[in-house]
């Protein structure tokens, strides 16, 4: 079946450190992948997203490559803020009527003053 | 106005208890998915409708039970509350095989 593994949590960072967060994955057919956020207390809101390989999504200074080589889509930011404290989910979801999304575990950001 | 709506944000309630989670959308999609986060933050599929039809239906015990009266609104229903079904319950919305959007979550608090 459909697999997303993200790297280890929790992670900590300094402001304007770089940040480098893991995904890969495993699918059936040829997936879109997404990067979704919930900041503290709220729900889920698609960061960026990536339907090809070789597709880059961006946004609010996030990126992240479609590698169909290695089957990632590494979130990356060259300079994090407070307000970027949250916790960031990688996703998979295969076209078709059952197009479900299948997450990894999702990873806790905090970054430091 | 809010794209995918809740209510309740907050349940807290009995063992052995019925109660209902109401969801909402107002984008027009044709597709709605329940989603529970569980204490460790991990999200998975429940289920899904696609024009009011049951169209994904994960492992999830029988005692949770979707209705979808009208393709705006896809309501939660959980007979015989267990301990175990404390959570965040995430409504989204799509239009099919497109991007997801989700409701804020209810928390259900099972005592």
């Known amino acids: 079946g459909d697999s997303v593994t993200q790297m280890e949590g929790p992670v900590t960072l300094s402001e304007e450190a770089f940040l480098t967060i893991n995904c890969t994955y495993t699918a059936t057919g040829y997936p879109s992948l997404f990067w979704y956020v919930q900041y503290p207390g709220e729900g889920l809101q698609l960061l960026l997203k990536?339907?090809?390989?070789?597709d880059k999504g961006s946004n609010k200074g996030f990126e992240a490559t479609y590698r169909k080589e290695t089957t990632s889509f590494h979130l990356e930011k060259g300079s994090v803020q407070v307000s970027d404290s949250a916790v960031y989910f990688c996703a998979l979801s295969v076209a078709g009527a059952n197009s479900k999304l299948t997450f990894g575990k999702g990873i806790t950001l905090s970054v430091r003053p | 106005d809010t794209a995918v709506s809740q209510t309740p944000k907050y349940l807290v309630t009995q063992m052995g208890n019925d109660k209902s989670i109401k969801c909402e959308q107002n984008?027009?999609?044709?597709?709605m998915y329940w989603y529970k986060q569980d204490s460790k933050k991990f999200l998975k599929i429940m289920f899904s409708?696609?024009?009011?039809?049951?169209?994904i239906n994960e492992t999830v015990p029988n005692r949770f039970s979707p209705k979808s009266p009208d393709k705006a609104h896809l309501n939660l229903h959980i007979n015989s509350l267990e301990l175990g079904d404390s959570a965040v319950y995430f409504c989204?919305?799509?239009?099919?095989?497109?991007?997801?959007?989700f409701g804020p979550g209810t928390r259900l608090t099972v005592l």
């Open positions: 990536a339907t090809k390989a070789d």
């Open positions: 409708y696609n024009n009011k039809e049951l169209i």
């Open positions: 984008l027009g999609h044709d597709t």
């Open positions: 989204a919305s799509s239009q099919t095989s497109q991007e997801q959007f």
